[in-house]
């Protein structure tokens, strides 16, 4: 679609925040336009897990689950601390719920509430074990129609047979394929239709986790004939003579253009995670190691065009970024992808992380984001390479990063250099580079705590969230084994991120607000262009999605408002 000239509001990127928040001001009278950087809709959201962190839904409420607003205060007042700003939290905790119900009635999007779904610290005062975390239900994306092929692919690395999706219930069933009667006909059908849907659309089309959330919201986006303007980056904001953002200025296909704004802005293009300038300016370590999985074109570009209007981009969270452990893996065509350690390898047992001196440094089985804050403080001590080290048997049985469980090939994986195998933990040791002698002390205390059953060191497996992630069927401990079975393998891994947190200042309407806390005129912003709500610390799943959509929800309700329309949330 060309640029139209004017429009009553315009939402700068595709993701949940976005199009959440243009699907609302449709619903509420107004005639949006999205503008997307890329060739694709979905944004971040499209290649995430795509859990929803929304405390007080409706689902968690029908099946019983316990819980109160009071004791998701006392937890995020416990994760967040002193960079906690209330009436933000107050705001997306009131809001929230109403946003997923509206999404519910009026959009494609359906939700399950993960009954047991653990905070990432259970610990704490407040922390729940199921109810707050919801996922989008699987979608067949061919109900797109044309439309399929603008829907942003997943990871490569994060799908099998040349693109099949992989969710949730895929990782339980597909290991049993050959093992369990029901485990083999769930392979057959979704494997059978991945096959189909290769020779007809040359790609997979059984949306799972982010991907199945971002076609849902798509699908509603268009069904409303909502117009996404590809390929049109954001390049500058201007006022009109009374201070208020009246036009975006944008880049579409090489060229300058203007569009006329009636009523508001909305900042929603994924923050600054590609921004090599920024990142370095915010993470020290940049410059040595890091890479994000955030797509390539979330260049922070909404950010530059908001400062130069006098707004500012958060500096005191607890971290820029939300972190993820990543490896690097070549490909056969000479390019190099990223993989996140998420979920799938470090919590399950028979796995240490070490680092350059030959010594673990973590609980492997903490969170991602946790995880890496370890390496940080590492690094900041002078360590600068880390593994991840397992045994043949836990190779086998779980995978390690990129590389498949069995029946999964390894051979293609050492020689490129991705998987490193030994035939000892010496010969591991001098592969690493790492003293030979601190790597076997290591593994040494290690397995005699695996094998009693707790970790004296890390207590890896010690609460609920880790051992909600290791192999219930491995006694004591889900999360303990001894690393005893040859060949042993490492995978090298380093500081990355799922998505930054430090964004534009705003209030609790998601107004973009001025050095002196003054809201700009016309400009709103949602997803991870607003500050993170939860100040750089990561409480839980979902976390980024959660608020994106809840915000999104509120930026709409105050346009609306500001547009002199009947605003659709409920005070």
């Known amino acids: ?156 690395e994060f799908t099998i047979l040349n693109g099949m999706m992989v969710g949730r219930a895929d990782l339980a069933q597909l290991p049993k394929a050959l093992k369990e009667a029901g485990a083999f006909v769930h392979a057959g059908k979704v494997v059978t239709r991945h096959l189909l849907d290769l020779v007809r659309y040359r790609r997979g089309t059984r949306s799972v986790l982010g991907n199945a959330l971002a076609a849902r919201l798509g699908k509603t986006v268009y069904d409303l004939g909502i117009p996404i303007v590809y390929g049109t980056s954001l390049s500058g904001l201007v006022r009109d003579t009374e201070g208020r953002v009246s036009s975006v200025e944008v880049q579409q296909a090489g060229q300058c253009a203007t569009l006329r704004v009636r009523h508001g802005v909305l900042l ?122 397992a045994d043949h048997t836990f190779v086998r049985r779980y995978g390690l990063g990129a590389v498949r469980p069995s029946p999964g090939r390894l051979a293609p994986f050492i020689r490129r250099g991705y998987l490193i195998r030994a035939t000892d933990p010496a010969d591991l040791a001098s592969q690493l580079g790492v003293e030979a002698h601190r790597l076997a002390d290591t593994l040494a205390r290690y397995n005699r705590d695996a094998r009693a059953g707790e970790d004296r060191d890390f207590a890896k497996g010690g609460n609920a969230y880790n051992r909600y992630l290791g192999d219930p069927e491995n006694a004591p401990n889900p999360c303990l084994r001894p690393i005893i079975d040859a060949p042993f393998y490492a995978v090298e891994i380093h500081p990355g991120d799922i998505g930054t947190a430090a964004g534009v200042i705003t209030d609790a309407q998601a107004r973009v607000l001025d050095a002196e806390q003054r809201p700009i005129p016309g400009l709103w912003a949602a997803g991870n262009d607003m500050n993170s709500i939860m100040g ?23 346009i609306l408002l500001n547009a002199g329309k009947t605003p659709l949330s409920k005070p």
């Not at 979920?343 to 240490?352: E, M, Q, S, T, V």
């Not at 750089?536 to 509120?554: E, H, K, Q, V």
């Open 1 to 156: 679609m060309s640029l139209p000239q004017t429009a009553d509001a315009v939402v700068v990127g595709s993701g949940a925040a976005g199009m959440c928040a243009a699907i609302a001001l449709k619903k509420g009278g107004l005639e949006p336009v999205i503008l997307e950087k890329t060739e694709y809709f979905g944004g971040s959201t499209a290649v995430s897990g795509g859990a929803v962190w929304v405390p007080g839904n409706h689902h968690g409420q029908a099946v019983g689950i316990a819980d109160s607003r009071e004791a998701v205060m006392t937890y995020l007042e416990a994760e967040v601390g002193e960079v906690l700003r209330r009436e933000m939290v107050e705001a997306f905790l009131e809001q929230g719920p109403q946003a997923v119900r509206f999404l519910e009635a009026e959009t494609e999007v359906k939700f399950a509430v993960r009954t047991l779904g653990p905070d990432y610290h259970p610990d704490q005062p407040g922390a729940a074990l199921g109810g707050r975390v919801m996922d989008p239900l699987d979608y067949d994306a061919r109900r797109l129609g044309p439309a399929l092929e603008r829907l942003r692919h997943p990871i490569a």
């Open 268 to 389: 929603a293009a994924g923050g600054f995670p590609q921004d090599r300038q920024r990142r370095h300016a915010m993470m020290e370590h940049a410059e040595q190691r890091h890479w994000s999985m955030s797509p390539a074109g979330n260049t922070g570009d909404s950010l530059r065009a908001a400062e130069q209007l006098g707004a500012r981009v958060a500096r005191d969270n607890h971290h820029p970024a939300f972190w993820s452990p990543v490896s690097r893996l070549p490909r056969a065509d000479g390019t190099t992808a990223t993989f996140p350690h998420l979920f799938l390898d470090r919590a399950k047992p028979g796995l240490i992380a070490i680092d350059d001196r030959g010594q673990r440094f973590v609980n492997e089985s903490n969170s991602y984001h946790d995880f890496v804050a370890a390496m940080l403080q590492r690094m900041a001590d002078g360590c600068r390479r880390f593994w991840l080290v």
């Open 536 to 558: 750089g610390s990561y409480p839980g799943p979902g976390i980024t999605l959660g608020p994106a959509l809840t915000f999104g929800w509120i930026s709409a309700n105050s």
